[in-house]
């Protein structure tokens, strides 16, 4: 039996061209890739931009565990991907039991990317 402070992570099995988010929607979590492969893209005017493939043991979508904004992409399955999802509350939890030099270092780096972001939303 679990303890009560096992945070359990769901997993879901996207086949072959199913969008697994889209660009503008809200976040409340990530995706840890177990197998397949995605496709990370943007869309402006019309035009599709790829950015990225990603794979097994890769993470996209992580800004949402800590940035209360839309998806900056979208992404969709290439091949039949398995995805475990981490919630923004899983995250919290997690990052709430590590080590608290752990938990500088990840809330300095969160700060940062924040500042990061609001000086590149500044250019556009």
């Known amino acids: 039996m679990a303890s009560?402070?096992?945070?359990?992570?769901?997993?879901?099995?996207i086949p072959e061209g199913t969008l697994v988010m889209r660009?503008?929607?809200?976040?409340?979590c990530a995706?840890?890739?177990?197998?397949?492969?995605?496709s990370v893209y943007t869309e402006k005017d019309g035009k599709k931009v790829?950015?990225?493939?990603?794979?097994?043991?890769?993470?996209?979508?992580?800004?949402?565990?800590?940035?209360?904004?839309p998806r900056s992409a979208s992404v969709k399955a290439v091949k039949d991907t398995s995805l475990?999802?981490?919630?923004?509350?899983?995250?919290k939890q997690k990052l709430n039991k590590t080590d608290p030099t752990i938990k500088a270092i990840v809330g300095m780096l969160i700060k940062r990317v924040g500042k990061a972001n609001e000086k590149l939303a500044a250019k556009n």
Not at 7 to 12: G, P
Not at 23 to 28: I, S
Not at 50 to 69: P, Y
């Open 50 to 69: 790829e950015h990225a493939r990603l794979g097994a043991g890769e993470i996209f979508g992580e800004m949402a565990l800590v940035f209360d904004e």
């Open 31 to 38: 995706y840890l890739i177990q197998s397949g492969t995605v």
């Open 4 to 13: 009560h402070d096992t945070i359990i992570l769901e997993r879901r099995f």
């Open 84 to 91: 475990i999802i981490l919630t923004r509350e899983a995250f």
């Open 23 to 28: 660009q503008g929607d809200p976040g409340n």
